[in-house]
Nanobody, 121 residues
Framework: QVQLVESGGGLVQPGGSLRLSCAAS????????MGWYRQAPGKQRELVAT???????NYADPVKGRFTISRDNAKNTVYLQMNSLKPEDTAVYYC???????????????WGQGTQVTVSS
């Protein structure tokens, strides 16, 4: 009922920057929290950053001061600006959103398909 489509991943050198985008489409009445998670090979999926509809943000310690999450509620889109990238940031990055389909329903959690970020020289 809702699709989350990520874009912006790729290969970047250490110290470089990337900007990820995630656009939600489908049957959407409102979107509550949106966020980014990542999963490196052989590791569990972990939180990167979240943002509420009102703009309150939360970051994992490894990315504080380097990554910035933002959202455009009119476009149902969340962004992740990643600066000063390190090889340990290499992972598949997943978008996540709590979507309310109608005023009568509770929110449903959705995941995107993921986008690969590789930091290497």
């Amino acid at each position: 009922q809702v699709q989350l489509v990520e874009s912006g991943g790729g290969l970047v050198q250490p110290g470089g920057s990337l900007r990820l985008s995630c656009a939600a489409s489908g049957r959407i009445f409102s979107i509550y929290a949106m966020g980014w998670y990542r999963q490196a090979p052989g590791k569990q999926r972990e939180l990167v950053a979240t943002i509420t509809r009102g703009g309150n943000t939360n970051y994992a310690d490894p990315v504080k001061g380097r990554f910035t999450i933002s959202r455009d509620n009119a476009k149902n889109t969340v962004y992740l600006q990643m600066n000063s990238l390190k090889p340990e940031d290499t992972a598949v990055y997943y978008c996540n959103a709590d979507v309310q389909h109608s005023i009568l329903l509770l929110a449903t959690n959705y995941w995107g398909q993921g986008t690969q970020v590789t930091v290497s020289s």
